[in-house]
């Protein structure tokens, strides 16, 4: 079975504040995609990001970065100079050798003017 | 640029009554997904296709029943609602391959069983 945990519920900043969400996993599968998501106020789910297991490198894009570490089964979400816009609710979810993919309960992050 | 296609979008219904969530893409992916999102508890997968003639069962399938009608439409039928079915429901699909492939997902569908 696979699992997602994201331990942070809510988390609140103030805009120009860097935030961390974190992400940490577990599957016994050797070969996995990890994927981050963001669910706006709309409803909407849009994807962020996908990472392979075989890959570790740290990836940058504009104010998101994602670091992967499989030493702790972990793949966090960083936003830098964090924006009102961002406020909204953040999925991580792990897909193995399972078709489906498993959803972490997802962050609620807040980002106050 | 429609994606997944889901329809309606938001329904009331009373317990006991049925209804069907309909939901379409146009991507020609292979594989669809039914999920449900409940408050802290992320989405759970309801049932899936992994290709057109296919269903099977996820996390949370009791109470519901998935057809797939062909390979663009994918439908998810509660046969007598429950308060406890009360949820967003959200349709995906994502093509055939490496699980690596990006699924994608429609708008959503609020339900509410009073």
């Known amino acids: 079975a696979q699992k997602v945990t994201q331990a942070q519920t809510e988390i609140s900043v103030v805009e120009k504040e860097d935030v961390t969400l974190d992400c940490v996993y577990e599957t016994r599968d050797t070969t996995y995609y990890l994927f981050w998501y963001k669910q706006p106020p709309s409803g909407e789910l849009v994807f962020l990001i996908r990472?392979?297991?075989?890959?570790?490198q740290n990836e940058i894009s504009g104010r998101y970065s994602w670091n992967f570490q499989k030493s702790t089964s972990s793949f966090n979400f960083t936003i830098t100079a964090s924006q009102v816009v961002d406020s909204a609710v953040y999925f991580c979810?792990?897909?193995?050798?399972?078709?489906?993919?498993?959803f972490g309960s997802g962050t609620q992050l807040t980002v106050l003017p | 640029n429609a994606g997944v296609t889901q329809t309606p979008k938001f329904q009331v219904l009373k317990t006991g009554q049925s209804m069907t969530l309909q939901c379409a893409q146009d991507?020609?992916?292979?594989?669809m997904y039914w999920y449900r999102q409940d408050p802290g508890m992320g989405l759970r997968l309801i049932y899936y296709s992994a290709s057109e003639g296919t269903t099977d069962k996820g996390e949370v399938p009791n109470g519901y029943n998935v057809s797939r009608l062909n390979k663009r439409e994918f439908s998810l039928r509660l046969e007598s609602a429950a308060p406890s079915q009360t949820s967003v429901y959200f349709c995906a699909s994502t093509p055939a391959g490496t699980r690596g492939n990006t699924i994608y997902f429609g708008e959503g569908s609020w339900l509410t069983v009073v």
């Open positions: 991507m020609n992916h292979n594989s």
């Open positions: 990472r392979n297991s075989f890959d570790e």
């Open positions: 979810a792990l897909r193995g050798s399972a078709r489906q993919l498993t």
